[in-house]
């Protein structure tokens, strides 16, 4: 299987984020981040399984099941480098940030 890793700017995302479902009702941001486990350990498995992004030649997005969120994540031999989690809505969720280009 293979290692995962959250990037700087992804742990951030997913902190405020739980923060968000959190103060909308009593364990929402605790299943949020539930299904953003789910979905890193699918791609532990599967690191292939979610589409290249446009510009990009190893950067993918993937969308976090039943929450407006997508994750941009870079495929490295032995590991994942999860880049980015961002609501979908975001002006800035359909590309990852420029650092990414490669």
Known sequence: MTALVLRPAAVADLTEAHAHFSGLADGLGDR????VEQMFARLTEFPRS???VAGYRDVRRAVVRGYPY???YRHQPDQIDV???LHAARSDARRPPD???R
């Open 83 to 85: 880049l980015r989690v």
């Open 50 to 52: 979610a589409p290249l």
């Open 99 to 101: 650092e990414s280009r």
């Open 32 to 35: 949020f981040v539930a299904a």
């Open 70 to 72: 997508v994750v941009f």
